[in-house]
Each structure stands twice: as C-alpha cells, then as structure tokens.
C-alpha cells in the first residue's frame, strides 16, 4: 500500500509525495484514506444544501454505504472532528475536509490540447466552484486557435512557456494524443507546473516534486464492462441450472 508522509495542513506547501493533516511530519495516511475524503466531502456537501448541519457517524456510515468505524478510523488521522453524543458538525468537517483537500485555495489551470476532451472540460463550470480556474487554453491547430470557450481563448502553442511562467500555472491539463504528452508534460515541469491532471493514454511519472493524476477514463468503462458480463453469466447460470432441474423433475 502507497503511504504518504505528511505535514502539516496549514503549512504552505506540502512536503515530498504528501498531502495534507494535522499531525506530526512523521505521521503517515495511507492512499486508500485519502481517496475517500472527495467522498466525504461529497456527501457532506449535500447534506449542507439540505440544510442537514448535524449528523452521527452511523447515518453517515448509512448514507455513504461505509461503516461508522470506517468513518471514525478515517476522520481521526486528521484530528476526529467529532463530538461524543453529539456527532459530527457537517458544515464543520465539511469545511476541514476542504482544507485538507486544499479547497481552501485557488488553482490556476491551463488545458492542453482543446479537442473533445479538452472542450468539455473548459465548459464543466463546477470546478471553478472548487476554486479551480482555468485561466488559459492551448493547442497546435490553427483552426481551434483563436477560438473561445466560456470567454477563454484558445492560444497557439508556442505561447504557452511565456504564458506558463509570466501567471505561475499550478495544474496543467494534458488532453493531447499520447504521442505528444511526454514532451509536453517535461517542458511545463520545466516552467514550474507541479500539477498535471493528464487524461492521455500513458501514465506519466516524474520526480516526487511533481504531482500526478493520471485519469484512464476507458479503465472505468471496461471496469463497467466486466462487471455487466459478469452479471449477466451469473444470470445464464442460474437459468440454465433452474431449467435443468425442471427438466430433470418432469424426466422423473
Ligand atoms: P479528444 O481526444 O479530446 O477527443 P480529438 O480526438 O479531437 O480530441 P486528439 O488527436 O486526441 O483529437 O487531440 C486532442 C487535441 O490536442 C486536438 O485539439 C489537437 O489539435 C491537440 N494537439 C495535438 N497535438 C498537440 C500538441 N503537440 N500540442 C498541443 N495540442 C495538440
């Protein structure tokens, strides 16, 4: 299991390959912790918009399909945030989860490569409400160049470094065919990027410095895929072994 070291979420920058908690350098949470938090987060912000603001670890637990000690266990890497008898304060833990996801901050993102992907999205206006902003977008063919979405032009490449160094990009967004997204991944790093949320086929790795999301969008359609087959051979078996003992009871 992938253990991140960590320091703590008030701090400016965060060390190493870690994210973020308050506790001790030395402390360490697993991955599998730390993926669940958007989870949390999620659900969470639901509950605020339905102006749910207090909430016990089981209807959580029931809620999110997880078990309250799951909750417990997971909330108390960063400090617990609960209350005995009382439960948990959504709007509260609502907000510490955003810190410790670093929604408390402002991104600035540019996305490379403005083809489908790419365009959807520029146009996904949630992200900007997680203060994640897109504030510039590139691409080598001229047709797409000049080209605005949602107010945002569409630049030619070759802007991109001066454009990169003069706004300190935190995040690119990699939506370039496979076959150009390496170099494009090692010049941003050059320039300072530190974030690459990359949805090409091939899974980037840099140094530790660098921060990677590689996004498979097609593993999780296969993924789909297994599980439907898998269903559905399940159902065949069960029909054909119903059918067989019907037919073995009328052969009596
Ligand atoms: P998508 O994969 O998003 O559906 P697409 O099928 O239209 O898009 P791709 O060939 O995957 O096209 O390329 C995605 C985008 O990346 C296109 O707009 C293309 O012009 C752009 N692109 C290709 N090479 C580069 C490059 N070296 N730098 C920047 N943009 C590039």
């Known amino acids: 299991m992938t253990i991140f070291s960590l320091k703590c979420y008030t701090c400016d920058r965060i060390s190493g390959e870690g994210i973020v908690g308050e506790m001790s350098e030395d402390k360490k949470i697993s991955i599998a ?24 670890s089981r209807e959580l637990s029931e809620k ?30 609502y907000h510490e989860i955003g810190k410790i996801l670093g929604l408390d901050k402002t ?15 520029a146009n996904y206006t949630n992200f900007e409400k997680r203060g994640f902003v897109i504030v510039g977008m ?8 000049g080209m605005t979405v949602r107010g945002i032009e569409v630049r030619d490449l070759d802007e991109m470094e001066q454009f990169v160094k003069k706004f300190e990009i935190d995040i690119a967004i ?14 941003l790093v050059n320039w300072g990027v530190s974030g690459l949320w990359n949805f090409s086929s091939v899974d980037l790795k840099f ?27 399940i159902k065949n078996y069960k029909d054909e072994k119903r059918s067989t003992a019907m037919r073995n009871h009328y052969n009596k």
């Open 174 to 187: 990699l939506t370039v065919p496979k076959t150009k997204v390496v170099n494009i991944a090692q010049d």
């Open 138 to 145: 590139f691409d080598i063919n001229p047709r797409l160049i």
């Open 64 to 93: 999110m399909s997880v078990t309250a000690s799951q909750i417990r266990q997971d909330l108390n890497n960063f400090g617990g945030f609960g209350q005995q008898g009382y439960g948990y304060n959504v709007e509260y833990l």
């Open 107 to 121: 991104y600035k993102i540019i996305i490379v490569g403005v083809g489908n992907i790419g365009q959807a999205l």
């Open 33 to 56: 912790v730390i993926k669940r938090l958007p989870r949390y987060y999620r659900y969470l912000g639901e509950l605020l918009e339905k102006d749910i603001l207090r909430i016990s």
């Open 207 to 233: 140094s530790k410095d660098i921060v990677i999301e590689n996004v498979h969008l097609s593993d999780s359609l296969m993924t789909l895929s297994y599980k439907l087959n898998e269903k559905k051979q």
